[in-house]
């Protein structure tokens, strides 16, 4: 997911298995290494690998059946509740 994309005022947010990991999704600097699905990570793009976390990762990606959800929201203001404006769920399979 490509996050320099989204315009000021919104923000991407994903969930895996239920769980919003943004927070542990978001990739600061670009790097040489790549990811769990084997592609290059890049800086601003939104994506999630369980070995990138600094304390334990929120999801652990075994193998079997998962869903992703990648929202794109409207930021909120003063701790309120953002407002969702798009959502794409994907299911996917790690062996």
Known sequence: MDATTVPAGQELRLIIDGIDVTAQA?????????GIDGQ???????????????????????PGEHSATAELRERSEFGGRSRLIDAYTWQFVLQ
Not at 26 to 34: G, K, M, N, Y
Not at 40 to 48: A, D, E, F, M, V
Request: proline share 12%; aromatic share 4%.
């Open 26 to 34: 978001l990739t600061a600097e670009p790097s040489d290494t790549a």
């Open 40 to 62: 290059p990570t890049n800086n601003g793009s939104l994506r999630y690998d369980p070995r990138d976390t600094a304390g334990a990762p929120l999801v652990e990606l075994r």
